[in-house]
């Protein structure tokens, strides 16, 4: 006896490990690994690697038979001897550790089965969450479950798990499962209710269900014993098209697998509920509810399918309420919701208004605040604001209210006119700042403007350069010759200003003459004056090498002669002019900052509280460019950042934010949307 126990003992150690092949190297059946349940992800790369490993055809018609239960309970063994005469397809073991880890698959290629072993319940693996949902993936394209049982008694959390996961697969599953089925436009008859359940128990030493008679002699079936146990744990499993229970009492170490496999075929058989359909198809499904169904679980959990399963994790800003969609519903297109009202918080403003009179027909219509009608021009908008005030416009019954129409004062639109709502805001969204009246009103006066400043950029700059040629110095070069930076190359625009170097009269662009220097030489008095990089460059080294003859005696009497005699033909009177010029441009340029001030400080307070301060914008939030002082700094009106004009080139409507006409939006918000 000691021999055969160690010969045994011997034979379980050389087992084999589990292959993702569908044979070994005797050419003996095997299963093929579906799905990891650590990374919840599928093995096989495709349908037709799937096909190729189970040895069968794409386009198979098959029906899914599938297997739960407590881990230890025999669900590899049962699979094995009831559809694979006895043949170890899926791997067993006399180990205390589970020797099922996964998802495996096997094809019956007699009775046209697909047939799926699973991990059992009750692991001591740290996944359990990833487990339970991964099993519901598999209900989910199953044709017939069977819950394994080795229990003496039906114990309860059988009928918790099964009712649980009803609730979970009519709640979340059945509606996927229809779309995906409409998405990928599949020729497959849409049946909204589960596969059927076949409750395995076997006993040992307790009678089966159905077999026993009460104390007035009355022997109830085992389906009527399994409607009451639903009921004593408020379970109701109406998701599953059917349940029904095979028991076997085991007396010597066979059991009996032929009453549960007759009861299989059966139901596979039964096409009035489910037809079968191809390989691919089954694949295709089941890869769609594996993304579908993938990311985070909460630690915590009430039941055994909480919501928390299958449902996006994201929550709202102000309330904290979770998203109601299903996990993942952003790929879909689809926005978040929840059906809980929300409350108000003044950072984010998320209140939003209803026209009333549309309200009481019926109809909800989105009022929005706005500076002036959709019928009246900017001009006349302006002048409308500046003497009634904003005014609130429904698309159906236009201006509804104006903040300053009488001068007695008017009654809040929400007593009168308008219906207020809250809306959540979701995690990563923006939100608020619906009324940008001041913004709107600056944005109106700068659009004037700026329509004036093209009309008249072209003819100002060219007079402009006209009476700078007229005082400019002779050894200059002319405006209307530069075309280009004489230090990078850089092409000028029409509108682009053109600096000299006070050094060598050639034209530079702003970056490129950056530097001051006294140039006594060309007559520029003793004060610091413009200059390009070169010149200031060579000044150096000069002052270096004139260090370098400090001390030697040298006769510059001679040398002083003949300069102030060149000076006298030098053509120093035409720096006059040219010096008047720069006063008269210098006290303007003064002027223009002191009557600019105002508008600066009118455009921070006007400023929505979402948008970056000017003085907070060093680089454009788009292609980190670093702002010049010279530089415009341009806000999006969907994110507030600061960017440069050839980042924000594009106008859209940003209605979240209250821009319900098309305003200013860098390239990075166009992206997203």
């Known amino acids: 006896m000691d021999l055969l126990n160690e010969n045994r003992k011997k034979m379980i150690e050389e087992k084999p490990e589990k292959s993702t092949m569908h044979d070994d190297t005797h050419g003996r059946k095997r299963g093929v690994l579906l799905i990891d349940i650590h990374q919840e992800k599928i093995q096989v790369e495709d349908k037709e690697d799937f096909a190729r490993k189970l040895v069968c055809s794409e386009d198979e018609n098959l029906k899914v038979v599938s297997i739960f239960g407590n881990t230890g309970d025999g669900k590899s063994y049962t699979l094995n001897h009831t559809f694979f005469s006895g043949q170890e397809v899926f791997s067993t073991s006399a180990s205390q550790t589970s020797c099922t880890v996964g998802i495996w698959a096997a094809y019956d290629e007699k009775n046209h089965l697909l047939i799926v072993d699973t991990e059992g319940l ?23 479950i069977i819950y394994r049982t080795k229990a003496e008694r039906l114990h309860s959390d059988m009928f918790s798990f099964l009712g649980d996961a009803s609730k979970a697969y009519l709640r979340h599953f059945s509606p996927e499962l229809k779309a995906a089925i409409e998405r990928s436009q599949l020729n497959l008859p849409i049946c909204l209710l589960g596969p059927a359940v076949v409750i395995f128990h076997e006993t040992h030493h307790t009678e089966i269900l159905g077999t026993q008679s009460n104390d007035l002699g009355e022997t109830k079936s085992a389906d009527e014993l399994l409607k009451q146990r639903f009921a004593a744990v408020k379970q109701d499993p109406q998701a599953f098209s059917s349940i029904k229970y095979v028991g076997t009492k085991t007396l010597n170490h066979s059991t009996d697998f032929q009453a549960l496999f007759k009861t299989v075929i059966e139901l596979t058989n039964d096409l009035s509920v489910r037809s079968r359909r191809p390989l691919g198809v089954i694949y295709d499904v089941l890869n769609h509810l594996n993304e579908k169904f993938k990311g985070e679980i909460e630690n915590v959990v009430p039941d055994t399918f909480p919501d928390s399963y299958f449902t996006c994790l994201t929550i709202c800003q102000c309330c904290s309420t979770r998203c109601e969609g299903t996990m993942n519903h952003g790929r879909d297109g689809t926005a978040h919701k929840s059906e809980k009202s929300c409350h108000y918080m003044t950072q984010f403003d998320n209140r939003y208004f209803t026209c009333n009179a549309c309200y009481q027909r019926g109809k909800n219509n989105i009022v929005t605040e706005k500076t002036y009608a959709d019928g009246d021009g900017s001009l006349k908008g302006l002048a409308n604001y500046a003497w009634s005030g904003y005014v609130l416009e429904c698309p159906e019954c236009g201006v509804i209210y104006r903040s300053r129409q009488y001068w007695y004062g008017n009654t809040e639109p929400e007593k009168t006119v308008v219906r207020t709502h809250l809306k959540h805001v979701w995690q990563g969204e923006h939100y608020g700042d619906v009324n940008h009246t001041g913004r709107r009103v600056l944005d109106g006066l700068n659009f004037v403007k700026r329509t004036v400043d093209v009309v008249s950029e072209v003819p100002s700059r060219y007079i402009k350069d006209l009476l700078s040629d007229a005082i400019a110095p002779g050894y200059w070069v002319s405006n209307n010759e530069i075309k280009e930076c004489y230090g990078c190359k850089h092409i000028f625009e029409s509108s ?72 006298q033909h030098s053509g120093k009177d035409d720096l006059r002019a040219r010096k008047v010029g720069e006063v008269l441009h210098s006290s303007v340029s003064k002027l223009a900052q002191v009557v600019d001030l105002p508008r600066t400080l009118i455009n921070d307070v006007a400023r929505p509280s979402y948008w970056v301060a000017d003085a907070d914008i060093v680089t454009c939030a788009c292609c980190d460019y670093k702002f010049r002082i010279v530089d415009s700094k341009h806000h999006c009106r969907a994110c507030g950042q600061g960017v440069c004009g050839r980042c924000s080139t594009k106008m859209q409507a940003v209605p979240v934010r209250g821009w319900d006409h098309p305003v200013r939006v860098c390239d990075s918000c166009l992206e997203d949307k």
Not at 543 to 560: K, M, N, R
């Open 496 to 567: 682009e200003a053109k600096h000299h170097c006070r050094a060598c009269g050639q034209g530079f662009c702003h970056d490129c003459s950056d530097f001051v220097m006294p140039v006594p030489d060309r007559g520029w008095g003793p004060g610091p004056v413009k200059v390009c990089k070169t010149c200031f460059l060579q000044s150096e080294t000069k002052s270096e090498d004139d260090e370098i003859f400090e001390g030697e005696l040298v006769d510059t009497s001679a040398l002083s002669e003949a300069l102030d005699e060149d000076d």
């Open 122 to 144: 009750l692991s001591t693996s740290n996944n359990s969450n990833q487990r339970k949902r991964l099993l519901m993936k598999i209900l989910a394209i199953s044709d017939v």
